[in-house]
């Protein structure tokens, strides 16, 4: 091998294995420089977000993909943008604020001290750890019963319909399945009180985190496989062959996969197809909101 070719294969090499930490790291760094200068938390939360999450991940795409036929096309380009910004951004503020107007209201006016229950004066990174964990433990369990109940797996099947993974397409989910997931892993942390900067902070860290797990980027993170459900393990979760997706649930750590039994990272290959049995299944973003009230559309999950 050249000398050129042989420093390009090494710096590849280099770049797979620090590609991940290093934007997180770049991420929390521009959050937390921006905060100490005084910026509002929520305009450096998205500054740290659009710069490592959008900026980097989609360079990353670009020129150290994971599989150039994955390089999505105009119009998928297009729907995942609808579903990020309808699905994404806007349902989670509306449901925020929903639940800041009517359910925190019916928890006060019952005098009900749910804030009682959250360690607020631990150290901030003790209280994203208990975040993630319980937050994660609730979205593995309903993640598993939208791949074993029919009537979830309607919902579900829009964000397995995809037949390649970019960062983009983490937004691909219906509304519903999405609202579901946010009571699991967001909004009980409202109840709860949760300080601005903690729940801020938590979701920089698990945006960042969801960009990576849909990735396109050849990424490796070695025996992290075993604590962060990265892009390695949740490709799996994508394939089309239902005794390899219905593994892998976690959304941003893998422990719950471990300790019940649904972890799945073969060593020896890589995934192959990717997306749902029906190839036929509508694609564009009206006809996915419509799809899990059409009976049968892709019942071969259950078959
Ligand atoms: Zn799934």
Not at 33 to 53: D, E, P, R
Not at 188 to 202: A, G, Q, T
Not at 213 to 223: A, E, F, S, T
Not at 264 to 287: A, W
Request: charged content about 15%.
């Amino acid at each position: 091998m050249e000398k050129n070719s042989l420093v390009n294969v090494r710096f590849s090499e280099i770049l797979t294995w620090t590609v991940y930490p290093g934007v997180m790291a770049i991420g929390l760094m521009i959050y937390f420089g921006l905060k100490s200068h005084g910026i509002n938390v929520f305009l450096s939360s998205y500054v740290a977000t659009i710069i490592a999450g959008v900026g980097l991940i989609t360079f990353f795409e670009l020129v150290l993909p994971y599989r150039k036929e994955w390089l999505p096309s105009r119009s998928d380009v297009g729907t995942d943008l609808l579903f990020m910004i309808l699905v994404q951004v806007l349902l989670p503020y509306l449901l925020s604020i929903l639940s800041v107007s009517f359910l925190i209201g019916f928890i006060n006016k019952n005098h009900w001290n749910l804030s009682a229950f959250w360690p607020h004066n631990y150290p901030i990174w003790i209280q994203i750890l208990i975040m993630i964990l319980s937050g994660d433990f609730f979205r593995y369990w309903l993640h598993r019963a939208a791949h074993t109940w029919i009537w979830l797996w309607r919902f579900h099947a829009v964000h397995h319909s995809v037949h390649n993974l970019y960062w983009l397409n983490l937004g691909r989910f219906h509304p519903l399945d999405r609202a579901l997931q946010l009571f699991c892993d967001s909004l009980p942390f409202i109840f709860l009180s949760v300080s601005k900067e903690v729940v801020v902070l938590y979701t920089v860290i698990y945006s960042i985190k969801g960009f990576f797990q849909h990735c396109n980027v050849d990424v490796k993170l070695g025996w992290l496989n075993y604590i962060i459900s990265g892009p390695e393990l949740h490709r799996w979760h994508h394939s089309i062959k239902i005794h390899e997706s219905n593994n892998n649930y976690g959304n941003f750590t893998i422990i719950w996969d471990i300790l019940f039994g649904t972890y799945f990272l073969p060593k020896e290959r890589k995934v192959s197809q990717l997306g749902l049995l029906n190839r036929n299944y509508p694609m564009s973003f009206l006809k996915q909101i419509q799809a899990p009230f059409i009976k049968g559309i892709d019942k071969e999950q259950f078959s």
